[in-house]
């Protein structure tokens, strides 16, 4: 099972059989590309290599989009504390009144006006922003014992079945299982059981693991504390407890569904992501779990997010099933001024697949990701397909200017012949779509990939980024809806791409390009036409032709690109000029 953590010099890691981090790197040239609808921008940094400097490719279809930054939108609704919890409402977000008074202290002085008041969201957002008027306080530092447990040594610590929470009620289909400090998990975390409104702390005890024969000290046990938790539920079988969500390190959380594995993760906010100053990683400090009612087919989680730059409540109500539907609302309440936030970030990893012409290994297996692609509803209509790379050097591209319908990172191949892999079984990792509420104002949606040289690197990224950023003192609200599924979360309309495959033609020794398309109408690709297009250089020969394999079509093209550095290129299939397959956008570096 894989988790998350953040070492002591905050680079986030993620679990696998064997731990691995994602590499720091600078940001270098930078261009921007306008093809069709999407706003494409790249920056590249390599250490080893001599950046780029010839500009920004040239193309007739390139556009400013807004200058000079003027009538820009604001990021999001804003939040006004309220006097007191104990006048807090029921209703929702929006309709919390705009009261300016300030925030009720988190003192205990304050405590007894707060104490009769029924536990609700309103309770962190006021702490949150409690906490925000302060410096950051460091975690109580973790046994040194602990922390020097290496990952083998530390996946042995078990947490007994008979401790998790609400296991004598056969009547909750919900069980919390926790997890204790150690080799990277080093901050502690706060827990709190919420039942009939009243919030409880959950002391940590060491009599709920098991510690075997590791070298930790009596004391040393009784001091670790909690790093996370995950949940189980009946999701698979009736009668089998299945993980459901794990929240553990910074602010990371992975979720699954019937018939997935652990594979993408989210986290609730991201920090100068692939910066040259250094990405930040705030932490969930405190958790409030509701026991849900007899039956109940969700559960809700509340946390409190503390970090260097910001503070932030929030709420998460999880549906599980066939697609685990999360609700997420969140209030941030920055300490300085951001202006690289990444809102919704989900991470995942990609090695390489068939379009991978220069993966450099000599791995036997097909395609080794958790993810194959990033998919996008525009806010226009169009839906795009942007297969993931595993570059050379850091990639930063940016589509859309106003936040889509929805984004994702998508699993497509479901067989095991796609992978062959019998222990990682990526064929099974799960689908994470974003689906924004409410108006996250202009920005930009925000792919990274980094470079990596091996599958337990989480080297890929995305997230909303506003174009204006966050004020020092200024709140932020939020809201959207996660799916976390097997199946595909949502059904385009149009033909879909089912693959890229990239190669070098024999005779001509130029790139070409191979894309199939694949819709359960056979009429709709009948007869369709390509529209195919470059930021630099020529495409030659576009030819569209059945594939027998798959009963749909199969777009192929070289490219001749001129000696440049990099062509930014798009395709799809039309009828009539108007789309009948998803848009196809591919980054080509000689």
């Known amino acids: 099972m894989k988790d998350h953590g953040v070492a002591d010099n905050e680079v986030a890691l993620k679990l696998t059989e064997r731990p691995y981090f994602i590499p720091a790197v600078a940001l270098g040239a930078a261009t921007l590309i306008l093809a069709g609808g999407a706003l494409i921008v790249s920056m590249s940094s390599n250490p080893s290599r001599k950046v780029a400097t010839d500009g ?17 939108p604001p990021t999001a609704p804003v939040v006004t504390p309220l006097d007191s919890v104990a006048a807090i409402t029921t209703e929702p977000l929006a309709e919390i009144p705009a009261d300016t008074a300030k925030v009720a202290s988190a003192t205990p002085t304050s405590a007894p006006a707060q104490a009769a008041a029924p536990f609700s969201f309103e309770q962190v957002i006021n702490k949150a922003q409690a906490l925000s008027e ?3 306080q460091k975690s109580p530092p973790v046994p040194s014992s602990a922390a020097a447990l290496n990952y083998d040594q530390y996946r042995r610590v078990e947490f007994k079945r008979e401790a998790a929470e609400w296991t004598p009620d056969e009547t909750v289909p919900f069980r919390v299982h926790y997890d204790p400090r ?7 975390v706060k827990l709190n059981i919420i039942e009939n409104g009243v919030a409880k702390p959950r002391p940590y005890s060491e009599a709920d693991f098991s510690f075997f024969d590791l070298p930790l000290s009596d004391e040393d046990k009784t001091a670790l504390g909690f790093a996370g938790f995950h949940v189980t539920t009946p999701l698979n079988s009736s009668g089998k407890w299945d993980d459901l969500i794990s929240f553990k390190g910074a602010s990371f959380f992975r979720a699954l569904s019937a018939g997935t594995v652990y594979g993408a993760s989210a986290r609730g906010i991201a920090i100068s992501t692939a910066s040259p100053s250094g990405e930040e990683f705030p932490s969930f400090r405190e958790f409030w779990l509701v026991k849900p009612e007899p039956g109940a087919h969700s559960m809700t989680v509340y946390a409190l997010l503390n970090g260097q730059s910001m503070t932030g409540a929030f709420r998460f109500i999880i549906t599980p099933g066939t697609a685990t539907m999360i609700d997420v609302e969140a209030v941030f309440f920055p300490r300085r001024k951001l202006p690289e936030v990444g809102i919704a970030p989900i991470t995942s990893m990609y090695y390489f697949s068939p379009h991978s012409i220069n993966r450099g290994n000599r791995d036997y297996r097909v395609a080794v990701h958790d993810s194959e692609g990033l998919m996008m509803q525009m806010h226009n209509g169009e839906w795009v397909w942007r297969p993931l790379v595993n570059p050379s050097q850091l990639e930063i591209s940016s589509f859309a200017t106003e936040p889509p319908l929805g984004f994702g990172l998508i699993q497509r191949h ?34 990274v990939e980094i470079p990596t040289t091996n599958e337990y690197n989480d080297n890929i990224v995305v997230s909303w980024r506003p174009s204006t950023a966050w004020d020092a003192g200024k709140p932020v609200r939020l809201a959207y809806q996660m799916t976390w599924s097997l199946p595909q979360p949502v059904v385009a309309p149009v033909a879909r791409i089912t693959a890229t495959k990239v190669g070098i033609s024999p005779s001509s020794k130029r790139p070409v390009f191979l894309i199939d398309f694949e819709s359960d109408n056979d009429a709709l690709l009948r007869d369709a036409i390509p529209e195919v297009s470059t930021s630099s250089g020529t495409i030659i ?3 569209v032709r059945p594939n027998p394999d798959t009963g749909g ?6 490219l001749d690109s001129k000696d440049a550095s990099l062509s930014e290129l798009r395709a799809r299939l039309t009828k009539a000029d108007r789309p009948v397959s998803e848009t196809w956008l591919y980054r080509w570096r000689p």
């Open 414 to 447: 479901r067989e095991f012949k796609d992978y062959d892999d019998l222990e990682a079984s990526y064929e099974r990792r799960p689908n994470v779509w974003i689906a924004p509420k409410g108006d996250w104002g202009a920005g930009n949606l925000t792919l």
């Open 541 to 543: 020969a576009p030819v």
């Open 182 to 188: 150690g080799y990277l998990f080093n901050d502690e």
């Open 56 to 72: 920004a490719a040239q193309t007739a279809d390139i556009e400013s989009v807004d200058p000079d930054g003027t009538n820009l």
């Open 553 to 558: 079509m199969r777009l192929s093209f070289e």
């Open 134 to 136: 302060h410096e950051v």
